[in-house]
C-alpha cells in the first residue's frame, strides 16, 4: 500500500508531522520495536512503530532515526502513550533526514495500524490468483506487463535474466546489476538514453548477491501511485514464485548432500551416488565437474552457488559440503570446457554484492560420474587455491595445481605457522628492534632470482649495501642463501607469511 492509504483513513486519525507530501511513498511492511538502534531487524520499506521508550533527549533521536534511515524505512509512526506527544528533537530528526514522521493517537492500537498495513498491502489478486492456480514467472510478467504499460524482466545478482517480456538489451542488463549492487531499490537506471525501474523482491533467506529483482521500462519518479502498487505487488509474487523454485532445489540437494558425503568417508560406491544424481535429474552417462565455493558461510555459500549454478544455463544440483558448498554440473565436454570462464564472468557481477567478503571458487577437471570421490576433491582443493590468494573474487581451476601453492594451501595452519616461524622470526624480531629491512630485502632477492643487479635496482640501494644485507640475512638464520635449497625454503616461508591466519 501507499503512505497515503494510511494517512487519509479516518478511523485511524493519524497526525502527520513531517512527509505528508510523500503519500506516493510504498509500504510493504511493518515493524514494531523500542530499539534505539533497530536496523539490522530492518530490510527497507518498513513502517516503523515505536512507543518511543528509547526516548531520553535528542541524541537518541538524532541516533534512532539516523538508523531507520540506513535502514531505508518507509516512514515512523510514533506513539504517545509514554510521552504524551512525539518530542520535537524527533520531529526535527526526521526533518533533517527527510523521515516521514506521524502521531499515532492513543484511541489507535499498533496492533490496528499494523493489520490495517498488513491488510491493504497484500498483492492484487489476479497476480496472486493466476500464481495460486499454477501461473509460472513468465505469464505473471506478461499480466503485470499488460497493466503497467511496459515491459517488465526478473534479473539475478548472479547476473542472469530469469525471465522477461522482451529482449533486454545488455547495456540495461550490466547498468541494472551496477546499481542493484550499490544502491537501495526501489530506483531508476538509465543506459543508452533507456530508463528502468528496479524493484527489490523482498527475501530475508538469500544473501544480497544470490537475490531476485524485478526490473520494468520507465523511470520511477514519472510513476503514477496505481504503476508503484503493481510492481510492489509484483515483487512479492516473484518472491512467491522464487521460494518454490528455492524449496525444490533444497530437496535435490539434500538427498544429493548425504550421497556426496558417503562416497567422501567411503561408505557409499560410485554406482550408489550415481543413482542418487540420476533421482535428482543429473544423467550420470554424460560428462561432469565440480564446483566448490566458499563465501565464509555454509548457508549463504549453498544459496549463493544454487544461484551461480542457475545462471549457467547447466544442468546442476548443489549441495552443501564441509566448509562451503559444491556443485555438480553435467553437459557435453565442450559447454564444461567453457565452465571456467562462465563462473569467473558470473563471479565478477556477484562480488559487488558481497560488501568486502571473499569468494574463493575452486573447478575441477572434466571427468565422469565413476570419478566422482576424485573430482570433489580436486574442487576442494582449488578451491583453498583461491582462498589463499585472498581476492575479493577468485576462480580457480584444476589446470592450475600443478604448483607449490596447492601445496601450502591444503597444509594444517599449525604447520604452516610454525614452518614461517622458524625461518623467518628471527629476522622479523631483528626488523622491529633494528627498524632495518631484512624481510624485505630477502623476498625483492628472492623474486629477482638471486640477481644482485636487478634486486638492489628494485631496492634503491647500491649492490655493496644489498650483499651486506643478505650477509645479515645469513648470520641471523644460519642459513646459506647461496644454496638453492635454502631459497626454496626461504621462499615458501614468505609465502606463507602474507597468508597464515594470525595466532
Same mark, same amino acid.
Given at each position: 500500500?501507499?503512505?497515503?492509504?494510511?494517512?487519509?483513513?479516518?478511523?485511524?486519525?493519524?497526525?502527520?508531522?513531517?512527509?505528508?507530501?510523500?503519500?506516493?511513498?510504498?509500504?510493504?511492511?511493518?515493524?514494531?520495536?523500542?530499539?534505539?538502534?533497530?536496523?539490522?531487524?530492518?530490510?527497507?520499506?518498513?513502517?516503523?512503530?515505536?512507543?518511543?521508550?528509547?526516548?531520553?533527549?535528542?541524541?537518541?533521536?538524532?541516533?534512532?532515526?539516523?538508523?531507520?534511515?540506513? !535502514?531505508?524505512?518507509?516512514?515512523? !509512526?510514533?506513539?504517545?502513550?509514554?510521552?504524551?506527544? *512525539?518530542?520535537?528533537?524527533?520531529?526535527?530528526?526526521?526533518?533533517?533526514?527527510?523521515?516521514?514522521?506521524?502521531?499515532?493517537?492513543?484511541?489507535?492500537?499498533?496492533?490496528?495500524? *499494523?493489520?490495517?498495513?498488513?491488510?491493504?498491502?497484500?498483492?492484487?489478486?489476479?497476480? $496472486?490468483?493466476?500464481?495460486?492456480?499454477?501461473?509460472?514467472?513468465?505469464?505473471?510478467?506478461?499480466?503485470?506487463? +499488460?497493466?503497467?504499460?511496459?515491459?517488465?524482466?526478473?534479473?539475478?545478482?548472479?547476473?542472469?535474466?530469469?525471465?522477461?517480456?522482451?529482449?533486454?538489451?545488455?547495456?540495461?542488463?550490466?547498468?541494472?546489476?551496477?546499481?542493484?549492487?550499490?544502491?537501495?531499490?526501489?530506483?531508476?537506471?538509465?543506459?543508452?538514453? !533507456?530508463?528502468?525501474?528496479?524493484?527489490? $523482491?523482498?527475501?530475508?533467506?538469500?544473501?544480497?548477491?544470490?537475490?531476485?529483482?524485478?526490473?520494468? !521500462?520507465?523511470?520511477?519518479? #514519472?510513476?503514477?501511485?496505481?504503476?508503484?502498487?503493481?510492481?510492489?505487488?509484483?515483487?512479492?509474487?516473484?518472491?512467491?514464485?522464487?521460494?518454490?523454485?528455492?524449496?525444490?532445489?533444497?530437496?535435490?540437494?539434500?538427498?544429493? #548432500?548425504?550421497?556426496?558425503?558417503?562416497?567422501?568417508?567411503?561408505?557409499?560406491?560410485?554406482?550408489?551416488?550415481?543413482?542418487?544424481?540420476?533421482?535428482?535429474?543429473?544423467?550420470?552417462?554424460?560428462?561432469?565437474?565440480?564446483?566448490?565455493?566458499?563465501?565464509? +558461510?555454509?548457508?549463504?555459500?549453498?544459496?549463493?552457488?544454487?544461484?551461480?549454478?542457475?545462471?549457467?544455463?547447466?544442468?546442476?544440483?548443489?549441495?552443501?559440503?564441509?566448509?562451503?558448498?559444491?556443485?555438480?554440473?553435467? +553437459?557435453?565436454?565442450?559447454?564444461?570446457?567453457?565452465?571456467?570462464?562462465?563462473?569467473?564472468?558470473?563471479?565478477?557481477?556477484?562480488?559487488?554484492?558481497?560488501?568486502?567478503?571473499?569468494?574463493?571458487?575452486?573447478?575441477?577437471?572434466?571427468?565422469?560420474?565413476?570419478?566422482?570421490?576424485?573430482?570433489?576433491?580436486?574442487?576442494?582443493?582449488?578451491?583453498?587455491?583461491?582462498?589463499?590468494?585472498?581476492?575479493?573474487?577468485?576462480?580457480?581451476?584444476?589446470?592450475?595445481?600443478?604448483?607449490?601453492?596447492?601445496?601450502?594451501?591444503?597444509?594444517?595452519?599449525?604447520? &604452516?605457522?610454525?614452518?614461517?616461524?622458524?625461518?623467518?622470526?628471527?629476522?622479523?624480531?631483528?626488523?622491529?628492534?633494528?627498524?632495518?629491512?631484512? $624481510?624485505?630485502?630477502? &623476498?625483492?632477492?628472492?623474486?629477482?632470482?638471486?640477481?644482485?643487479?636487478?634486486?638492489?635496482?628494485?631496492?634503491?640501494?647500491? $649492490?655493496?649495501?644489498?650483499?651486506?644485507?643478505?650477509?645479515?640475512?645469513?648470520?641471523?638464520?644460519?642459513?646459506?642463501?647461496?644454496?638453492?635449497?635454502?631459497?626454496?625454503?626461504?621462499?615458501?616461508?614468505?609465502?606463507?607469511?602474507?597468508?597464515?591466519?594470525? +595466532?
Amino acid at each position: 500500500m501507499l503512505l497515503g492509504d494510511l494517512l487519509a483513513d479516518p478511523e485511524l486519525g493519524l497526525v502527520p508531522l513531517h512527509g505528508a507530501d510523500r503519500a506516493d511513498r510504498p509500504v510493504r511492511g511493518v515493524y514494531i520495536t523500542d530499539l534505539i538502534d533497530p536496523r539490522r531487524y530492518l530490510s527497507g520499506g518498513e513502517l516503523v512503530l515505536s512507543g518511543l521508550m528509547w526516548h531520553n533527549g535528542p541524541a537518541d533521536s538524532e541516533r534512532f532515526v539516523s538508523a531507520l534511515v540506513d !535502514a531505508g524505512v518507509a516512514a515512523l !509512526a510514533a506513539g504517545t502513550a509514554r510521552l504524551g506527544h *512525539a518530542p520535537p528533537d524527533l520531529v526535527e530528526a526526521c526533518r533533517r533526514h527527510d523521515l516521514p514522521v506521524f502521531e499515532v493517537p492513543l484511541t489507535v492500537s499498533f496492533n490496528t495500524l *499494523a493489520d490495517r498495513v498488513q491488510r491493504r498491502s497484500g498483492p492484487r489478486r489476479e497476480l $496472486v490468483a493466476a500464481v495460486a492456480a499454477g501461473a509460472d514467472l513468465d505469464q505473471a510478467l506478461r499480466m503485470a506487463a +499488460d497493466e503497467l504499460g511496459a515491459d517488465c524482466w526478473v534479473l539475478s545478482a548472479a547476473g542472469w535474466v530469469v525471465g522477461g517480456t522482451a529482449e533486454l538489451p545488455e547495456a540495461a542488463r550490466c547498468a541494472a546489476l551496477r546499481e542493484f549492487a550499490s544502491g537501495r531499490l526501489p530506483s531508476t537506471v538509465r543506459s543508452d538514453d !533507456a530508463a528502468h525501474v528496479l524493484w527489490p $523482491v523482498e527475501s530475508d533467506a538469500e544473501p544480497r548477491a544470490a537475490r531476485w529483482f524485478v526490473l520494468a !521500462a520507465g523511470a520511477f519518479d #514519472e510513476w503514477a501511485a496505481e504503476q508503484v502498487a503493481i510492481a510492489t505487488d509484483l515483487g512479492t509474487v516473484v518472491a512467491l514464485l522464487r521460494a518454490r523454485v528455492d524449496e525444490a532445489r533444497r530437496i535435490a540437494g539434500r538427498s544429493v #548432500e548425504a550421497a556426496l558425503r558417503r562416497l567422501l568417508d567411503g561408505t557409499s560406491t560410485p554406482a550408489e551416488v550415481a543413482a542418487r544424481l540420476e533421482t535428482a535429474g543429473l544423467p550420470t552417462g554424460e560428462p561432469l565437474r565440480a564446483v566448490a565455493l566458499d563465501v565464509g +558461510d555454509q548457508a549463504e555459500s549453498t544459496t549463493l552457488l544454487r544461484e551461480i549454478a542457475a545462471a549457467t544455463g547447466m544442468a546442476s544440483v548443489t549441495a552443501p559440503l564441509g566448509d562451503g558448498a559444491t556443485a555438480l554440473f553435467v +553437459d557435453d565436454e565442450a559447454h564444461l570446457a567453457q565452465l571456467d570462464a562462465e563462473l569467473g564472468r558470473i563471479a565478477a557481477d556477484v562480488e559487488p554484492c558481497l560488501a568486502g567478503r571473499g569468494l574463493a571458487v575452486g573447478i575441477s577437471d572434466i571427468t565422469r560420474a565413476t570419478a566422482l570421490r576424485g573430482a570433489l576433491e580436486e574442487a576442494g582443493y582449488a578451491r583453498r587455491l583461491a582462498q589463499r590468494r585472498r581476492g575479493r573474487a577468485e576462480v580457480v581451476a584444476a589446470a592450475e595445481l600443478a604448483s607449490h601453492e596447492v601445496l601450502l594451501a591444503s597444509t594444517p595452519d599449525e604447520l &604452516r605457522r610454525s614452518y614461517r616461524e622458524r625461518l623467518l622470526a628471527d629476522l622479523i624480531a631483528y626488523d622491529a628492534a633494528h627498524h632495518s629491512e631484512l $624481510v624485505r630485502t630477502l &623476498r625483492t632477492f628472492l623474486d629477482c632470482s638471486g640477481s644482485w643487479s636487478r634486486c638492489a635496482k628494485q631496492l634503491h640501494v647500491h $649492490v655493496n649495501t644489498l650483499r651486506y644485507r643478505i650477509q645479515r640475512v645469513e648470520e641471523i638464520t644460519g642459513r646459506d642463501l647461496a644454496d638453492f635449497p635454502s631459497r626454496v625454503d626461504f621462499y615458501l616461508a614468505l609465502e606463507l607469511d602474507h597468508t597464515t591466519p594470525p +595466532d
